[in-house]
């Protein structure tokens, strides 16, 4: 194994919340979103079909939580969490989890706040690696916890 | 639709039915567009290329979202899914089947729930295994 790349200014990141983002949960995001997947379900496109079943406007897609406010120039450099140096150039995703409370539909404006919950390194494949593990809260606006992502990160 | 799948009618052991998928590259651009992940491995070849990659590559979270889609088709209309998720362990290319699958690992009840557990993947022509994971979904009982 080569030398740690997790440095004391990375360690004290660890549970550090990130500002808050804000996502928009609207009709053309959940459409798009079903449409890129393949869903098959009207719940995900037609409002009328989304309250037959109960629901109080069209559905997002599992695994969909809006999408995050655009801004030109880009994000508050806050909102991505403290930044420090990694010594590699790559980047793939490592894999991601959800936990749903409560169903979200095009209407809800949602709150979501980040964490860096780990560091790991390992020697793979593609040589050495470091994966940051993080955890994200999805809020309404209602203060109701609807969602919570579980996502880790490889850079290498 | 299929009909309703009931919390006594699983077994564990059981697989669920199967979801086939074939990503052209047109519906990766769709996925960039709708997850805001522009990353450009997933549709400029030159730059999947200079990143070491023979070829651009299906997004890990295009592929979690079709273990999003297998397990809603299998619980709906009255089921709910409240926990999925998958590790992004193998690439997968454009134009190539991706086959979603699951098996029933564990059956219970709890708080007045009827909640099922799951092992899901998406699997490649290979018979590799691209993204392992879990799912836990809620039934409706015949009461």
Known sequence: MAESVITDEMRTAIGVESAPSTLEVTTVGCRLFARAVGHTDLIFYDEAAARERGYRGIVAPPGFLGTPVYQPGGRDPEAMGPRYKIPYKRILNGGTSYQHFEPVVAGDVITSRSHITEFREREGTMGAMLITYRETVYTREDGAVVAKMYGNIINY | ?143
């Open chain 2, 1 to 143: 639709m299929a009909e309703q799948v009931y919390f006594e009618d699983v077994n564990e052991g059981d697989s669920i039915p199967e979801l086939r998928k074939n990503c052209s590259t047109q519906q990766l651009v769709v996925w960039a567009a709708a997850s805001g992940d522009f990353y450009q491995i997933h549709y400029d070849q030159e730059f999947a290329q200079k990143t070491g990659l023979d070829t651009i590559i299906v997004h890990g979270a295009l592929k979690n979202a079709f273990l999003g889609q297998l397990l809603h088709d299998w619980v709906a209309p009255a089921g709910a899914i409240t926990e999925f998720g998958c590790q992004y362990r193998g690439m997968d290319r454009p134009n190539q089947d991706i086959v979603c699958g699951g098996v029933v690992t564990k059956k219970y009840a709890q708080d007045g729930q009827h909640i099922v557990e799951l092992d899901v993947w998406t699997e490649n022509p290979s018979g590799q295994r691209t993204t392992p994971g879990t799912a836990k979904v809620v039934l409706p009982s015949r009461g």
